[in-house]
């Protein structure tokens, strides 16, 4: 009950961080793309919901197409449970390729929906140097975390 | 964690939750609007603090120096007594050429303007080509409502009393800058649609100097442009444009009689075979708006109307 309401806050939280980049897009790293990460990682089912609903209420905070941000959760958790991405058989190169991945398909998400509906133009430099930016520092991130939290226990266990 | 909960999820639940999404696309406006504004008013708290606490993340521009905020005031001044002079001459020249009103005649402003101060605490950007909509902590429980027009902050500033025929409520109005106007509210949160935005749609007029005297110009539509900018339409060729002629509300036949200002025109052109003057006007504020705004609320009250015989009568609401 405590670890579910933890990362139900953690969830908002990050939430929270995102919107607020609404002004600068180049705000990095995405707290949501590490959270859903590591959400997938740990409770890959929870992590597909976690992903539908911060999807959700980026999308309804952000202004932009509803529903792209789920899309593209869905998608990018879905891909990242069935690449294995948990903790017990964590191979480093693998989890940093599928994570970042995930991260960019969860990123890129808004904007190809917008360019797929003619909304917005998919072609600048910018955007694309955004999400690289944030993906990248997303990945380090999570691998961070994953190496100082997660080894430590596999240690511990041994 | 039991080893169960590391299997990944089945076809079921992914397909239930893309076609959830799928059908978010479909979602008609009226629902995505209360949507929205639901997740809106879910972020509040946490934005508020967020505000308190890291102003900086909110993204307010930084805040004016003493002596801009000195001059703005000056500005937002001059700006009011031309659009009064302007508005006086026009007065004076009906008065002129019309026979005299019966003094009973003369219905006094029924509607009640009302400021209040709302915090910025989020910005909308559905992209990058698109002007962000501010956030703000007041809602339909502050009575904020659809269309209220948002002003820019800044003290009152001018120091003229009733002798001179101007209401308490003038005073807090006059010349300031319009910022947007609300385009969504839920209960604690509203969304402000700049006057940039290319839908945004408003009722102007322009205050020419000429000799050193303002007159009254043309009244337009103000629309929001892409660029940033925006234009004034139906401004019939016959009518005089030039570039720095002022821009502000509707001053005649509308009840709100302090000018509000919209921008200064920096661009007209006559096009060839066009009935009208391609107008383009830079808004008072460039930029996202400050940390705090100034919601306008427009009231229906009841006003009292003297008559010769009984003294005072209720209006109609």
């Excluded at chain 2, 910022?179 to 322009?206: C, H, L, N």
Aim: charged share 15%; with cysteine; glycine share 10%.
């Amino acid at each position: 009950m405590g670890r579910t309401l933890l990362w139900m806050t953690l969830g908002y939280v990050s939430c929270l961080w995102d919107c607020s980049a609404g002004l600068h897009d180049s705000r990095w790293p995405s707290a949501t793309g590490v959270y859903l990460t590591l959400l997938v990682m740990l409770w890959p089912k929870c992590g597909l919901w976690g992903a539908a609903i911060c999807g959700l209420v980026l999308d309804a905070a952000h202004g932009g197409v509803l529903g792209s941000r789920v899309l593209g959760g869905v998608t990018a958790t879905s891909l990242a449970c069935h690449f294995s991405l948990h903790r017990a058989e964590i191979r480093w190169p693998r989890a940093a390729f599928s994570i970042a991945t995930a991260i960019a398909i969860w990123l890129a998400a808004p904007l190809l929906t917008g360019g797929v509906r003619g909304d917005l133009q998919f072609n600048r430099w910018t955007q694309a140097q955004s999400i690289a930016t944030t993906t990248l520092s997303s990945t380090l991130i999570v691998l961070a975390i994953c190496a100082l939290v997660w080894t430590k226990r596999v240690d511990r266990a041994d | 964690m039991a080893a169960e909960s590391h299997s990944p999820p089945g076809l079921v639940p992914i397909a239930a939750a893309l076609l959830g999404g799928g059908m978010l696309f479909c979602l008609p406006d009226v629902w995505a609007g209360k949507l929205r504004s639901a997740v809106h008013d879910l972020l509040a708290p946490g934005q508020c603090v967020l505000a308190a606490a890291v102003p900086q993340v909110i993204s307010g521009p930084v805040a004016p120096s003493t002596a801009t905020a000195t001059e703005s005031q000056w500005e937002r001044q001059a700006r009011y007594w031309q659009a009064e002079a302007a508005k006086l001459r026009a007065e004076l020249t009906e008065a002129n050429r019309v026979p005299t009103w019966p003094v009973a005649a003369i219905i006094p402003s029924q509607i009640q303007p009302k400021l209040r101060t709302a915090r910025i605490i989020g910005w909308e950007r559905p992209s990058i080509d698109e002007a962000p909509a501010a956030v703000l902590r007041a809602g339909s429980t502050d009575h904020v409502a659809v269309h209220d027009l948002v002003l820019a902050p800044g003290e009152s500033i001018l120091d003229q009393g009733q002798s001179q025929g101007i209401a308490a409520d003038d005073l807090v109005l006059a010349g300031r800058s319009i910022i947007g106007r609300i385009s969504r509210t839920s209960r604690w949160t509203s969304t402000i649609q700049p006057i940039t935005d290319p839908e945004f749609r408003g009722q102007a007029q322009i205050v020419r100097l000429q000799d050193g005297e303002a007159v009254l110009g043309a009244e337009g539509i103000l629309s929001g442009s892409i660029a940033g900018a925006c234009r004034l339409l139906h401004i019939g060729t016959t009518d005089p444009v030039a570039e720095g002629d002022l821009v502000f509300t509707a001053l005649r036949g509308v009840p709100l009689s302090p000018p509000l200002f919209y921008g200064t025109i920096t661009w007209a052109e006559l096009r060839p075979g066009e009935p009208d003057w391609s107008i383009e006007v830079t808004p008072a504020r460039s930029g996202p708006p400050p940390s705090e705004v100034l919601v306008l609320e427009l009231s229906h009250g009841l006003a009292k109307v003297s008559t010769p015989s009984s003294g005072a009568v209720r209006g109609v609401p």
